[in-house]
């Protein structure tokens, strides 16, 4: 090797190529994929349509909200702002309540047919053909679409927060901003789970269609099936009938609804939006007996909801963890 190649290459067991490898952060393609599925998700008609549907009645709840504002909170203007996100109107549901109920269906929008779809259509394979890792495809997807939903939550939550100022004329405190982006980032990871396990019923499905109804029954089930039978085998269980074996009942129903996402984050975005609750579990009368009547600082109220931010984390990466695993392991072949 001569004076001028070891200039270039100080190293002679690295070549140039090998360098430009090694200084690669992201797998190959994966940046290609996030940009095209962000353009995809732009794009799509579908998408536009369930995202109108969640600002009109975001919206909604904004107006029943400030409708009644003044008189819900009775002249106090402690916290005031963070009942913006939690009021509910004549008739009309909170943006806490429209959340929970129409988040999955943007989750579901995203991932329903993220893969199967591109399996029927035959492009898949060819996709895969390209110089580029398998599992930037699956990882790509899952990304762009958590992008989407990053972005939707907090530009709903933030335009929320403006108008509700402009009416009330109070600006939010420190702990009130910091206890809405909290809630906000438990919006984002609630929708992401049902990203993640529509994205897992579109990799075991071979069909767009039985995935799509795969995931409305899993959110069926979650939302309401799993209050009644909880409400069942805790009567089961516990029948009530002094007052030991209704704590019991209440705990056991209580534990039972918890392992529902929806009845997870209801519990904890209430938690993290009202100081005033200081405990998600059963009160005796002698656990109140003498306890002094105030607020929860926003440490508290973050400890008593910890755990509910930790599962439903957990279930979010347990479920894109299961469907990368079988995505990795399927056969793709040409039609």
């Known amino acids: 090797m001569d004076a001028a190649e070891s200039a270039k290459n100080p190293n002679p067991l690295l070549p140039e190529s090998r360098k430009a490898a090694g200084k690669r952060i992201l ?47 009775s002249g106090e203007t402690e916290f005031i702002f963070l009942s913006l996100y939690t009021i509910s109107g004549n008739s009309i549901p909170s943006f806490l309540a429209f959340m929970a109920l129409l ?5 579901l929008t995203l991932g329903f047919d993220a893969i199967n779809s591109e399996r029927s259509r035959g492009t898949l394979n060819r996709l895969l053909a390209q110089p580029i890792h398998r599992d930037s495809v699956i990882n790509g997807k899952f990304l762009a679409g958590s992008t989407v939903i990053f972005i939707m939550v907090f530009s709903m939550g933030l335009i929320v927060g403006a108008v509700g100022y402009l009416f009330i004329g109070i600006p939010p405190g420190g702990e009130e901003l910091a206890r809405i982006i909290i809630f906000l980032l438990f919006t984002c990871f609630y929708i992401m789970f049902w990203l993640a396990l529509s994205i897992l019923f579109s990799v075991l499905c071979k069909h767009a269609a039985t995935s799509a109804l795969l995931t409305v029954a899993a959110w069926l089930f979650f939302a309401i099936f799993v209050n009644l039978l909880a409400g069942i085998i805790a009567n089961a269980l516990f029948p009530p009938d002094d007052l030991a074996s209704l704590m019991s009942n209440y705990t056991a129903e209580l534990n039972l609804n918890r392992l529902s996402p929806y009845y997870l984050y209801t519990e904890s975005a209430s938690t993290i939006l009202n100081p005033n609750i200081r405990s998600i579990s059963i009160i005796t009368w002698d656990q109140l007996h003498g306890a002094l009547a105030g607020y929860l600082s926003l440490g508290q109220s973050l400890l008593l909801v910890w755990p509910h931010l930790t599962a439903l984390v957990a279930l979010t990466l347990g479920c894109f963890a299961v469907s990368y695993v079988v995505f990795m392991k399927q056969e793709i072949r040409g039609d």
């Open 27 to 73: 797998p190959a393609g994966l940046a290609a994929l996030y940009h095209k599925e962000m353009a995809d998700h732009v794009r799509s008609k579908r998408l536009i349509i369930v995202l109108a549907l969640v600002c009109l009645t975001c919206f909604a709840s904004l107006y029943g909200a400030l409708s009644i504002i003044r008189e819900a909170v």
């Open 103 to 107: 988040g999955p269906f943007v989750g």
